[in-house]
């Protein structure tokens, strides 16, 4: 309620953490002697000195001009005219938190990598959401990609692992990644459009390289249009190998499992939030870490033991595929907490570099030729974005383990480094520094050492052959709703493609290749034919359907962080909002209590009641569920108010839980809803209950037929 309105910082809550939290984040902050705080401090020039007049420029007389001299003005004037970098070519829109990993207990017999071997210990990490189209301006909310990129601050280096919210990606070779990312960037013509995949180019591209059919389809799948950055799944994509104390090697697929569950938005829901919060992904996750109901996922692994690398009937290279779940299950190693929201946003989310090739002892790569090419690409591309090849002397970039080498110089070169020989081998330094044995005690890094005969040449592998079988399997795996809403997004995307022959090239070419009824409902609404059949022959996977691919199957537990409006007016009984509020606050979910406008309402008790912003300054899009509390004269002014009458009606719509105090029949009466199992009415513990089990449950897709009547 009030107490939510401006949600205590982090540090304020230091008295309310568990000792275990508090400690945690002591010790990682302690961690970072960087922080430059003002509080107290003189405001002075970047040489020092003490700034005395910070409002006027030195001028000759006080209507004359300005004098040259004044370096106060020229140098603040100066670094602002260079307060730019460029953004990231891709990811350029992101969000980042900080937070810890933890193992569950030691993972020895897998790798020796030291952050995976102690459940005791505690390495700070460091994360950026992002989404992949758009510039650093654009939109949350918009179909795409999310990128989840980690660093994990290891005492033996920092490991960043570089991942997405899906588990494939759209193209088999490195060497192909530019003509994607020019495909789907805004046309070069006009740059439109911003942040989506909806035009020519993307699909005439995609349309014409079947390899990304099954990436495709994830995109045009719920997964797009995640809820939240916390109901994401996060997916290291390639296959990676880790290598134990005795050098066993394993291979491996990197998962981060939400604790909240995985959960979406619904197509309209995330059109509409793109105008009216452009934050919202952004916002949800900081506001859920400065309220304390800190983000969390389960980090686990596929493994696959080296000598059963042959035994799919897909390459373990090929990062167009996933090893289904119901083949190689998830084996759980430890968990990741976002629990500290960065202090500044440049030097922190927008400076962190993150390139796949940070690895520590124990983690390898795989000969996946897109890992090997972004490899080469991240470091490349820190070096013209942080503006030289000392990017890993940015504060966010530093790793807790010390790096003493012979690099130096270079731009923004900031370490001071003592000694005379910058070279090694070198005995006027007396040797140092020296390298290190690879041994598990000793902890020098060791490439896995992989026997390769091979002729030098330009070719795809034939077992990468098939791009539809998985396609086909994740579209099959789908519940009828999930799949109704790709076809919606076929169409939709497909409808914005100019070129005729583009759209049936998709249709025709790929989707009738993945299945006949997504080619044929697609091809419908288009007003194309229905193709009878596709132009290749698929495979038969060995598997027909993958439940853990379903986010119906995905759901978290309870309602943690999940957000509640409570509609409210003049006249609203306050005790009931109290006991409403009490329920659940007890459930961790974050309530705001919305009136006609931003003003305190006055109770039946005659009491005033804050409100946390008026309905329209938070409209229902921003919500999973919404209460319209009792008391006679409330229940009257908001049915008799447009802008309550359409949250309610738009909340429907979205297929969201809606609770009415037992009095309220005359609201849905006027709007014409019938009660379901998510729109309850009741005044006591047990509609509460019923009500924090609907938003569990995330949406009340028994409602969507009768949902889709409603006007948008
Ligand atoms: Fe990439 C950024 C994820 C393929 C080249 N990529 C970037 C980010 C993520 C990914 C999450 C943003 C990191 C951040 O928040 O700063 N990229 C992926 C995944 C891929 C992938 C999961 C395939 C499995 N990327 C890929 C290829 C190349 C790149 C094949 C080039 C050959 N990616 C880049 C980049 C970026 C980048 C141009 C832009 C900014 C940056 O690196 O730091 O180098």
Known sequence: MSSKKNPPKESQLAGTQTPDRANTNAKLQSLETFRSDATGQALRTNQGVKVADNQNTLKAGDRGPSLLEDFIMREKITHFDHERIPERIVHARGTGAHGYFQA?????????????????????????FSTVQGPRGSGDTVRDVRGFAVKFFTEEGNFDLVGNNMPVFFIQDAIKFPDFVHAVKPEPHNEMPTGGSAHDTFWDFVSLVPESAHMVIWAMSDRAIPKSLRTMQGFGVHTFRLINAQGKSSFVKFHWKPKAGVCSLLWDEAQKLAGKDTDYHRRDLWEAIETGNYPEWEFGVQIVAEEDEHKFDFDLLDPTKIIPEELVPVTPLGKMVLNRNPDNFFAETEQVAFCPGHIVPGIDFSNDPLLQGRLFSYTDTQISRLGGPNFHEIPINRPLAPNHNGQRDAQHRTTLDKGRASYEPNSIDGGWPKETAPAASEGGFESYPERIEAHKVRQRSPSFADHFSQARLFFQSMSPTEQEHIISAYSFELGKVEREFIRAREVNEILANIDLTL?????????????????????????????ALSQMNLLGEGIKGRKVAVLVADGVDGVSVDSLVKALEAESAQIKILGPSSAPVKTAQGKALAVDASMEGMPSVIFDAAWVPGGKASLQALAGDGVALHFLLEAYKHLKPIGLASEAQAVLDKLGLKADSGLLLGNDDKAYKAFITAISKHRVWEREAAAKAIPA
Not at 110 to 117: E, M
């Open 519 to 547: 080619a044929a409902r697609v091809a419908a609404n288009l007003g194309l034919p229905a193709p009878k059949k596709g132009t290749v022959d698929v495979p038969q996977p060995s598997l027909k359907q993958s439940p």
């Open 104 to 128: 569950y207990e030691s993972h020895a017999a897998l790798t020796k990598a030291g952050f995976l071997q102690d459940p005791e210990k505690i390495t700070p990490v460091f994360v950026r």
